[in-house]
């Protein structure tokens, strides 16, 4: 049984840092596609970043230069290292894996329970 489970959100000011960790259990996620997206009140659920099988990354243009998502095979885990918080990042974060179009939510099969990110102004 495949589980992926995130943790590291919290409340945190503006300009702030926060880490979130997503331990993946059932199955080995080396090879595979693993993301971050993010849910806002009221919004569809949208892509924050993504590392391919080659350590690739891809990242949504409201988090370049402020998230880095990486990845540690040994311990089957991703992690997103989120600084220069803003407000406007406040949302449920999750972390999903092997999705066929790394930046679409509907094609990833697999996702943790999310974790509450709130930036505070």
């Known amino acids: 049984q495949v589980q992926l489970v995130e943790s590291g959100g919290g409340l945190v000011q503006a300009g702030g840092s926060l880490r979130l960790s997503c331990a993946a259990s059932g199955r080995t996620f080396s090879r595979r596609v693993m993301a971050w997206f993010r849910q806002a009140p009221g919004k569809e659920r949208e892509f924050v970043a993504a590392?391919?099988?080659?350590?690739?990354?891809f990242y949504a243009d409201s988090v370049k230069g402020r998230f880095t998502i990486s990845r540690d095979n040994a311990k089957n885990t991703v992690y997103l290292q989120m600084n220069s918080l803003k407000p406007e990042d406040t949302a449920v974060y999750y972390c999903a894996a092997e999705g066929i179009v790394y930046s679409d939510y509907k094609t990833y099969p697999y996702w943790g329970q999310g974790t509450q990110v709130t930036v505070s102004s």
């Open positions: 590392m391919a099988w080659n350590e690739a990354t």
